[in-house]
């Protein structure tokens, strides 16, 4: 019996032993969208870089778009330019001091018929208000016979 009391205690001290050099870890719960696994990494860094290229092509077709913007505008200004230069003798008449008398009596005129179409215009809009006026002032059987 001392012999296998001796060998109980030495498997028993070799466990104790073998048990302090191995710490578990407590499990721990991970959700699964959490749960990242070697594919799911390699997917996502996949697309990060795919979006990475989307991104530099976009900016770089803006780039282009913007350069091509610019040198349009540019010759558009140049031709406008151009044709300023060249129109100058289409230009409209600015001679008023050719007969002053004369450009009164135009100006007498176009001011005459600007206040004549205000008074029209108020006088018009006066009458449809009074309009107004009258049908809410009936009652529902004349406004039925109107």
């Known amino acids: 019996e001392t012999e296998e009391e ?3 205690e030495e498997v028993t001290e ?9 710490a578990l870890s407590k499990p ?3 959700a699964k969208q959490q749960r990242n696994t070697h594919l799911e ?3 996502r860094e996949v ?4 979006l990475v290229l989307k991104k530099q092509a976009i900016a770089e077709k803006r780039r282009e778009d913007t350069k091509r913007m610019v040198i349009e505008d540019k010759k558009q200004q140049e031709a406008a330019a151009n044709n300023e230069a060249e129109s100058d003798g ?4 600015d001679n008023d ?7 009164f009596t135009r100006w007498e005129n176009r ?8 008074r029209d215009q108020r006088d018009k809009e006066e009458a449809e208000k009074r309009e107004v006026l009258r049908r809410r002032l009936l009652s529902d059987d004349a406004r039925k016979q109107e």
């Not at 001091?97 to 450009?103: V, Y």
């Open 28 to 30: 721990v719960y991970i």
């Open 41 to 43: 990494q390699r997917k």
């Open 14 to 22: 070799s466990e104790e032993e073998e048990a302090h050099t191995y």
């Open 90 to 93: 289409e230009l409209p008449d």
């Open 47 to 50: 697309e990060k870089q795919e």
């Open 97 to 103: 001091d050719l007969d002053p008398t004369m450009e």
């Open 6 to 8: 001796e060998e109980y």
């Open 111 to 118: 001011e005459m018929k600007r206040m004549v179409r205000y």
